[in-house]
């Protein structure tokens, strides 16, 4: 076998010198290099049975391998490797008929950059696609018009356009080898429609992760093209370009998408993609849709309570939903709040302000909450806590009767401290209350947190 690559270790004249599991097994002529590189087969490592190069055959349980191919042909001259490593692997009597030279002198070296003479411009292109590719072309083949256009394609699609279609070519794909035809006969019409060379496949099941759908497609006339992706035959709102990309799993995103490209009158559609949810993604949704249904079914019958004047029963209910709600730090505070008032209505003082509290600890925007609580606090005797949530309810909004509530809580704070000053007046050493007061109990507008 001759192998042509890019990296020393792995380029040259390999010679049939063993096996491996059945498959003979090919060993590097180490004359201008020192240390042995195998080419080998082994269906024990990997997730797929496949050819290696390896610095030696495979050991009881360990394998050192540079690279790999993608798949498992007979024989490794047959085989897919990555091209970034292996150029070409050949056997060397068909080597030499396609080169018109000996490979005699074929050595452990490197190729250079330039590549070998007997290769045309073109197939030196296509040879950094796919080495049947770059020895197909020149003489007469079946695929001859499709590598034309995987050719013309150099200036026109991206590398992992090409790439995709180069393999699928090689796999005998119908559609691939069709679509590079169409792209020899566009160029040689000089036609001015789009054309299409990558699109989604035909299903597409989705999950948790982000999924993109993706269309790829030029026209030989240079102007830019316009994309517009569509569901179940409605445009779909901003999605204007060649990537669309969906966010999670969720059951409003299945249906059959397809991309219209447009260069003036001229229009090309890619074929429809199913889009479904995964096995995965629908387990995950029931088991949410299960766990959200535990506490928005004692939310909502307690909602029906309140209104049938069943407040204990209200209340019972909103307690369960709040720890139901344990994951879902919105729906628990929500639950607290009503509980909280409904509390108020009940004069049970010192539970809606504990309620309120544990609600604002979670969310220290919830109006409603600062006014349960400056209700409550107002009954307990909590004159300072009351203004400070009256307060806070008045500057977030929501609570009309907050500043009223407000401002009667101070004037009775007022009127507190009066009283004690009268009281203390002439009292030698005595401290003024309203400033001991505001030393140890007045904190400021109320942000949520244990009472003061």
């Not at 072309?137 to 499709?146: E, L, V």
């Not at 090409?162 to 080898?177: F, Q, S, W």
């Not at 299945?254 to 001229?266: A, F, K, M, N, T």
Request: hydrophobic fraction near 35%; glycine fraction near 8%; include cysteine.
């Amino acid at each position: 076998l001759v192998v042509t690559s890019p990296y020393p270790n792995l380029h040259g004249r390999y010679t049939d010198s063993g096996e491996c599991e059945g498959r003979p097994a090919f060993l590097r002529d180490c004359q201008a290099h020192n240390g042995d590189t195998w080419i080998f087969y082994s269906a024990k490592f990997g997730q797929a049975p496949c050819w290696y190069f390896g610095s030696s055959l495979p050991k009881t349980g360990s394998l050192r391998s540079f690279c790999s191919s993608r798949d498992a042909p007979a024989s490794p001259e047959e085989a897919r490797w990555p091209p970034e490593d292996i150029v070409a692997v050949r056997d060397e009597s068909v080597a030499a008929d396609l080169t018109g030279q000996s490979t005699a002198d074929v050595s452990g070296s490197a190729p250079s950059t330039a590549a070998p003479s007997a290769l045309c411009g073109e197939c030196q292109d296509l040879q950094t696609l796919g080495a049947s590719m770059a020895y197909a072309r020149c003489p007469p083949s079946d695929h001859a018009q499709a590598l034309k256009g995987l050719g013309l394609l150099s200036k026109y699609a991206s590398s992992t356009a090409r790439k995709k279609l180069c393999m699928a070519l090689e796999d005998g794909d119908v559609i691939a080898k069709r679509r590079l035809e169409d792209v020899s006969s566009a160029f040689e019409e000089q036609a001015s429609r789009p054309l299409i060379l990558l699109e989604p496949p035909s299903v597409v099941e989705i999950g948790p992760s982000t999924t993109g759908l993706i269309c790829e497609a030029f026209s030989f006339q240079g102007p830019q093209l316009k994309y517009q992706w569509c569901k179940d035959g409605v445009v779909i709102p901003r999605a204007e370009r060649p990537r669309f990309i969906l966010s999670g799993a969720n059951a409003k995103d299945e249906g059959s998408y397809v991309c219209h490209v447009s260069l003036e009158d001229e229009v090309a559609t890619t074929r429809p993609c199913a889009l479904s949810l995964s096995a995965s993604a629908k387990e995950a949704r029931s088991a949410e849709a299960a766990k959200r249904a535990r506490f928005e079914l004692p939310s909502r019958q307690a909602s029906e309570a309140a209104e049938a004047g069943k407040l204990d029963l209200a209340v019972s209910l909103l307690q369960e939903a709040a720890q139901a709600a344990e994951d879902n730090e919105a729906a628990r505070a929500d639950a607290l709040q009503r509980r909280s008032e409904l509390l108020v209505k009940m004069s049970r003082w010192q539970e809606a302000f504990q309620d309120a509290e544990k609600a604002l600890r979670i969310s220290p925007s919830l109006a409603r909450s600062h006014a349960a609580r400056a209700a409550a606090a107002e009954q307990l005797g909590h004159l300072a806590e009351a203004v400070s949530s009256w307060e806070t309810a008045e500057l977030l909004g929501g609570v009309p009767e907050a500043a009223a509530r407000a401002e009667d809580c101070r004037q009775r704070l007022e009127k507190f401290f009066a009283e004690r000053r009268a009281k203390n007046l002439g009292a030698d050493g005595a401290e003024d209350p309203e400033e001991g007061w505001r030393r140890s109990g007045w904190q400021g507008r109320y942000a949520g947190g244990a009472a003061g």
